[in-house]
């Protein structure tokens, strides 16, 4: 895609991306994408967040976009709050898999994702972690098991964590160990990895969406701020990095914008919607 084609989707990351320092849709930001809405665009978000964590971003926004979570293995609606599909690690495979992390990087604590019919189902316990799990990142919802109990059931997403250590060095381990089994990437460089079954990324979930709109890559803009976001950026017809961008990020993207901070994702859309 060139910059004077108008695209049919916007597809774009949230943390670091989507959002500024504070966590929030900045105004200019909001307008921009409601204007792209209003015009007749197609906006998803693709994010690392699980389900649950995308009802303040709906707030933010004043719409309810279709979210692709959980680094693409998860297709969620927030405007009926319904898991449309999910794509998990079997028991079996999350058990070869954190016998692995637990080997290559010792002392570090496991926890998984799991999904139920709704962002919110009480039924299923969302994120159960290890005993002793340190989180990179405020998280009340916890469910602290035995790591038996922990891999007993499918998981869109395991995490590993270790304190201290930096995600690209754990990746740069972890990828020696691991092939068929699952997709590695982070996206935090503060000690956290993320697996997900092997083939599944951002750019597999938001080609789910865009399939059946009769749209393909060439149709869309996307953007993205870390390595998480690095299939998708280079998938996307237009993949646009943030200028907050980790460096593999910029490197898969077609232009690097101004940072989220710097209402990055509006500077572009702006182009054609502003």
């Given amino acids: 895609m ?7 989707l ?24 409601r204007a792209a809405v209003a015009a007749g665009a197609t906006f998803v978000l693709a994010t690392g967040r699980p389900p649950r964590w995308i009802q303040p971003v709906v707030d933010g926004l ?8 959980a680094n693409g293995a998860v297709i969620y609606d927030p405007a009926t709050d319904r898991i449309v599909s999910a794509r998990t690690l079997s028991p079996e ?5 954190a016998d692995i992390a637990t080997h290559v990087i010792p002392g570090a604590g496991l926890a998984v994702e799991r999904v139920g019919r709704s962002a919110h189902d009480a039924a299923t316990p969302q994120f159960v972690s290890s005993p002793g799990y340190e989180h990179a990142w405020l998280n009340p919802d916890n469910t602290e098991v035995s790591v038996e109990d922990l891999l007993s059931a499918p998981a869109v997403k395991l995490l590993i964590r270790k304190a201290g250590a930096q995600s690209a060095d754990m990746a740069a381990e972890l990828v020696k160990h691991i092939g068929a089994q699952g997709d590695i990437t982070y996206s935090t460089n503060n000690g956290l990895i993320e697996i997900v079954p092997s083939g599944i990324s951002k750019a597999t979930g938001v080609a789910e969406l865009a399939g059946p709109l009769g749209l393909t890559d060439a149709d869309i803009v996307a953007f993205g701020d870390m390595p998480n976001d690095v299939p998708m950026l280079s998938w996307a017809g237009r993949g646009v990095a943030m200028g907050n961008a980790h460096p593999e990020a910029k490197a898969a993207a077609d232009e690097v914008t101004t940072t989220n901070a710097e209402d990055g994702v509006a500077t572009v859309l702006e182009r054609w919607w502003g």
Avoid at 2 to 8: I, L, Q
Avoid at 11 to 18: R, S
Avoid at 64 to 69: D, G, I, L, R, S
């Fill in 2 to 8: 060139t910059s004077d084609k108008t695209p049919g």
């Fill in 10 to 33: 916007i597809a774009t990351d949230v943390d670091g991306t989507l959002l500024d320092e504070d966590e929030r849709v900045t105004p200019r930001t909001r307008a921009a994408v």
């Fill in 62 to 69: 004043g719409l309810a976009p279709m979210a692709v979570c």
């Fill in 93 to 97: 495979m999350l058990a070869e898999l």
